[in-house]
Nanobody, 119 residues
Framework: QVHLVESGGGLVQAGGSLRLSCTAS????????LGWYRQAPGSQRELVAT???????YYDDSVKARFTISRDNAKNTITLQMNSLKPEDTAVYYC?????????????WGQGTQVTVST
């Protein structure tokens, strides 16, 4: 089992910044992809950004040019730097590890951290 622990959520005014971090442990494999999803009240969980083990990245269009994902393979950590935050970024943010070395892929989730952006 992969264990994911997030930190860094909170309350910020629109236009501000927050930095989320997630550390993986347990049966985490460094070939796993790591990323962030978010879920707003009444909405489905959606992908925000992800990074593969070799550094390939994907960003949802809504966060491109505002959010930056980075990964430290030595520390098994994934970080999401969020700038120019908007009220619509308010959600619970979940760290995700996806094991793509097996089929079908397996997803592991953190407990979530609340991000609230006020107007």
């Amino acid at each position: 089992q992969v264990h994911l622990v997030e930190s860094g959520g909170g309350l910020v005014q629109a236009g501000g910044s927050l930095r989320l971090s997630c550390t993986a442990s347990g049966s985490f494999d460094r070939s796993d992809a790591l990323g962030w999803y978010r879920q707003a009240p009444g909405s489905q969980r959606e992908l925000v950004a992800t990074m593969t083990a070799n550094g390939g990245t994907y960003y949802d269009d809504s966060v491109k040019a505002r959010f930056t994902i980075s990964r430290d393979n030595a520390k098994n950590t994934i970080t999401l730097q969020m700038n120019s935050l908007k009220p619509e970024d308010t959600a619970v943010y979940y760290c995700n590890a996806r094991r793509t070395s097996i089929w079908p892929p397996v997803d592991y989730w953190g407990q979530g951290t609340q991000v609230t952006v006020s107007t």
